[in-house]
C-alpha cells in the first residue's frame, strides 16, 4: 500500500454522475508502464452485466456461503422474482447453509 498513491482527476471528476471513470497505471521496477481507463463500473447501468456474466459473478460471490444446489435454487428464485407468490420462498433458502 506504501507504493500506492490514490490522485483526483478534475477531468473524470466532472463527468460524475453520469460516469464513474477511472484510470489505474501500473510502473514496473524496470521502468515499463502499463495502463488502463474506463468510463464506468462493469455492472452498471451503461454497461450491465450479459445473462451469463450474471450468473457466474453470483455463484462467484456466493462460494463459500451456500453450497451449489441452494445456490442454484436461490438463484432460479431471484432470477423469476416477479413471478414468485411469496418472497418468503426465497429467503426461506437463503437461510440454508452448506
Known amino acids: 500500500s ?11 471528476s466532472a463527468m460524475l454522475p453520469n460516469y464513474r471513470p477511472s484510470r489505474v497505471r501500473v510502473t514496473l521496477t524496470n521502468g515499463m508502464v502499463f495502463e488502463a481507463q474506463v468510463l464506468t463500473n462493469k455492472g452498471d447501468v451503461e454497461d ?7 450468473r457466474l459473478k453470483f455463484f462467484e460471490l456466493i462460494k463459500g456461503v451456500w453450497n451449489r444446489k441452494v445456490g442454484e435454487a436461490i438463484y432460479k428464485a431471484i432470477m423469476n422474482l416477479e413471478g414468485l407468490e411469496n418472497v418468503n420462498l426465497m429467503t426461506n433458502l437463503m437461510e440454508k447453509i452448506p
Open 2 to 12: 506504501e507504493r500506492v498513491n490514490v490522485k483526483e482527476s478534475p477531468e473524470f
Open 48 to 54: 450491465p452485466y450479459n445473462t451469463e456474466e450474471l
